[in-house]
Structures are given as C-alpha cells and as structure tokens.
C-alpha cells in the first residue's frame, strides 16, 4: 500500500528560505532553513543575487524531504510564499536575471518617489486606484529603475524580450522551466500597478512608474493549480504548484483569520501587521494601505496592512552591528537581567519608518541614556520598540476599520519572545495568541496549496491552526501612559528634519 502523499511549502523570505513538509493533517514532517545573504552596494540600498534565491530554495527543499524521510515523489502539492515587492527582472529566453534583485528594503528610488509626490492628482489617484501609498517600499519604481540602469534593459523590455516578476513569479518560472510567468493577486498588488477593486494591471499606472506592460505577468488566484514542475534537477516533473500568496497574506491564511476584524502581526526581518476587512477594501485615514488578503474560487477577502521596516532585523544589528549579542535567541536572557528599559527608548528607524508614519527620512534614535545604562537596556529597548511600533499599527487599524481590536494572533521567529509578547500585550491593551506552531507563513502556503488540489476546506485550515500560548494585558493604565509618552518623544526625535 502506498503512503499518503503530503505538502511541500517553500518560504522564501529576506534572510533564507525555508521549506516545510506538512501533513494532511496540518503535522510538520520535516524542515529546512537556509540562510540568504543580503547585499548593501551602497548605503540605503539592499539586493538579492538571484542565484543565492535558487540555491536556497533546491538546499531546503532536499534538507525538508530528508528531515521528513521522504522523496519527491512523496509530495502532493507544492505551495509557495516570499519575500513581497523585492523585484527581479530577467531574460524570457534564457530565464537569467539582468541584475540583483532590488529587496523590499532598498530605499534607492526614494528621491523618485518624492518626486512623484509633489503631484497632488498623482498621490490620490494612486492610492485610490491600488490601496498604497508611493514609496520606495513598493516594485514599480524598482522595475524601473532596473530598466533605467542596466545598459539597453528598457529597449530590451519594449520588444518584449524581458520580464519582470517579484519572487514567487521568479521561482514559478524556475520550477516550470519558463513555462508559466504568473504572479498571484497578493503579489500583484504590492507593485503599484494593479488596480485593487478589479484585480487586474492598470495602464494608466504603467504609465505612471514608466513600466512596460509586456513585462508584466499573468495575475492568478491564491489556492488553484498555475503550473507543474518540469526540468528541476531536485524535484520529480509533473508536481503541482497550487498554492502562492505573499508572506504576510499567507501567515493571516495559515493563522485562520477568516472573520471580519481578525488580525495578525508577523514578527519577522519587519513587523507586519494585517486585519481582515472582508469583502470590500477600505482606503485607510491613518497612513495604512489596502490589500487583498486571498483570492479563492474569483472571491476576493481583503486587508488593511501597517509595516514596520525593522524589527527583528533591530535584534540582528545589535548582534552583527554593536557585538552585544552572540545569537539573536540571546537577547531576551539579556533583556531579563533587568527590571525595566530604565527609561530608554529605542526607536529602531533603520530604513526609514514605514505605516503609519511613512517617513523616509527618520533616523534610528535611542533617547534616555544614562551613565547607568547596561547591554541589558537597551536589549529590552529593543524589543520594547518593536512593540511600540507594532502598537501604532493596532491602533491606526481599529480607527479604519471602526472597531476595537479583541485579539492578535502572532507568528514569526520573535513571536517566541515572551518578554515582547507580553509587553506587546500590555502596550496594545490586547489578548495576544501565539499558535502552536510560529512558522504561519509556511503554513499557510501549504494549506493554499491543499484547498488548491481538493485536501481540505477552510473549516479544516481552521481546525488546524490551534494557540499554543495566550498573553493578556496586565500593566496599569498610568505605567503604560509613561511608556506612551516616552515612546512619542522619541519618535519625534527620530523624525526630526536633518541639515543634508
């Protein structure tokens, strides 16, 4: 009797990629992480080398199956989830990339991004038309600039020759061996060139970011067969790809946010934060954007997102930039070693800010600072402005959406933090839930990918999304009044204007 055949969900995001083997029944099998490295040309600016991605992505996936004892042929459906807006653009013929990929941090087209700003019409048209802001943050002035930058790429893009796709079209690609140049609708609408309401490229806004509608690929469903696998030297041809969503999209669908109001924060390299708003997007007054949250069977949920560019990427610089840390798990025992932060305050602005503050020009700052001050304090002044940050998104999504926020469900690697799941609850004012299983984002690729070949329904996406830990809200009002106002005084400070 042959066995039952499972999952494989491939997570591809800033820092490595991961690979899940999953269970019809929700159990991981096996695992396998790799790491990414990250590449700083200049100050500000932040790629990817294309063929790291593919190496990352074959080591994990045969580190998955053998972790699970199991083969290729064991797999059912593959889903897949990455790293959104990070922008690659390669040769249709050849499937070779024309230069690094530009990761969703890099902040090289700012200054094209300000410009754009200064047209009034342009800024409100934009957000009415894809639910986003004009930020460097978002694909299209990246595809852009590729175009502008690589001898010949926009002559080359004209007659067609190139394509241009984010990272789970990238891998589509690689997986089919150029067959299939799809990209799923969560993806799409992180580009700034898809219209939100109808789910499809608008020219006026190709025009707009100077891209070539011939680059751009084929706009799918988030849970339905888009291609198989064909010429992978570590896959078995015929497998279908079922299953793609962004990575924030895909960990609200792995942690079961199916009702109106649910919400979810991601604590990874960023901290994201998305609420499920239902069948129709809200155009939010408080600096969030609109997303769609998944496509199944032509229906559209969507979501209100607020970003934080840094959060765990702060607890890496303290390792990598100011030596205080071995590893990164270090930094809650060393957090514990005091009481309080002892009135310092972090705000780690590395990249800028992003929701609800959208300001390019903010600095990292550390205000409080005193002879006293400890590795220890500012450990947990770390974390404590990770969940500043995150508080600011909460609170800007319970004024759109008109409702208070019950719950926040969470996942990440940091999520395993309790110190900042606790504190993150206090400041919030919020039940926080921590499921079982942190790793959402792989989760709920495979899950895409299960309801994508028939698996399983969302009831059983639900059944199998249990909590694992829940925080509850236990500082008193006037303590956390005084975090507030230091946090504000802070935040000030970072968004300060400085003499160029």
Excluded at 34 to 59: C, M, N, Y
Excluded at 316 to 329: E, V
Excluded at 471 to 498: I, N, Q, V, Y
């Amino acid at each position: 009797m042959s066995k039952p055949k499972q999952l494989l969900a491939i997570d591809q995001g800033t820092t490595g990629t991961t690979v899940l083997i999953l269970s019809r029944e929700g159990v991981t099998l096996g695992r396998a992480n790799t790491e990414l490295p990250q590449h700083f040309p200049k100050p500000g600016w932040v790629s990817h080398d294309p063929r790291e991605i593919w190496a990352s992505v074959e080591a994990s996936v045969r580190g998955a199956l053998k972790a699970a004892g199991l083969h290729g042929e064991d797999v059912a459906a593959i889903g897949m989830t990455n790293q959104r807006e990070t922008t690659l653009v390669w040769d249709r013929a050849t499937r070779k990339p024309i230069d690094l990929a530009i990761v969703w941090q890099c902040r090289r087209t700012a200054s094209v991004c300000d410009e754009l700003k200064k047209d009034a019409g342009t800024v409100a048209r934009v957000r009415e038309k894809t639910g986003l802001v004009i930020d460097a943050y978002f694909s299209a002035t990246k595809i852009a600039w590729l175009l502008d930058h690589v001898h010949g790429a926009r002559a080359r893009a004209e007659k067609g020759e190139l394509a241009f796709g984010t990272v789970d079209c990238f891998l589509l690609s690689q997986l089919t061996s150029g067959a299939v140049h799809a990209t799923d609708v969560t993806n799409a609408s992180r580009t700034l060139l898809m219209d939100l309401a109808r789910g499809e490229w608008d020219a006026e806004l190709c025009a707009t970011f100077r891209v070539p509608e011939s680059l751009l690929p084929t706009i799918v469903g988030n849970a339905e067969i888009v291609g198989r696998t064909a010429g992978v030297r570590f896959l078995p041809d015929g497998l279908p790809i079922a299953g793609m969503a962004g990575d924030q999209q895909a960990a609200l669908f792995g942690q079961a946010c199916f009702a109106r109001g649910d919400a979810k924060c991601t604590y990874g390299t960023g901290a994201f934060a998305l609420m499920n708003i239902g069948d129709r997007p809200i155009l939010s007054e408080h600096g969030l954007v609109a997303t769609p949250a998944w496509s199944l069977g032509g229906e559209t949920t969507y979501a209100l997102e607020g970003s934080a560019f840094i959060a765990g990427a702060a607890v890496q610089w303290l390792r990598d930039g100011l030596g205080i840390l071995k590893t990164a798990k270090d930094v809650e025992a060393l957090a514990r070693r005091v009481p309080s932060s002892d009135g310092v305050v972090f705000v780690p602005a590395l990249a800028g800010l992003g929701a609800p503050h959208w300001d390019s020009d903010a600095r990292g700052t550390i205000t409080g600072l005193t002879r006293g001050t400890t590795a220890a304090h500012l450990a947990r002044a770390t974390l404590e402005g990770i969940a500043f940050q995150v508080r600011d998104l909460l609170l800007a999504m319970a004024q759109d959406a008109k409702q208070p926020l019950r719950r926040l469900r969470v996942d990440g690697g940091a999520a395993a933090n309790d110190l900042l799941m606790q504190f993150q609850a206090d400041v919030a004012e919020v039940s926080v839930e921590r499921p079982a299983d942190v790793e959402s984002t792989g989760r709920g690729a495979a899950m895409l990918a299960g309801i994508g070949v028939g698996m399983f329904s969302l009831g059983d996406v639900a059944r199998m999304s249990p909590v694992g830990a829940r925080f509850e809200p236990r500082m008193g009002a006037s303590e956390r009044a005084a975090h507030l106002d230091r946090w504000t005084a802070a935040l000030a400070s970072a968004r300060a204007k400085r003499a160029p």
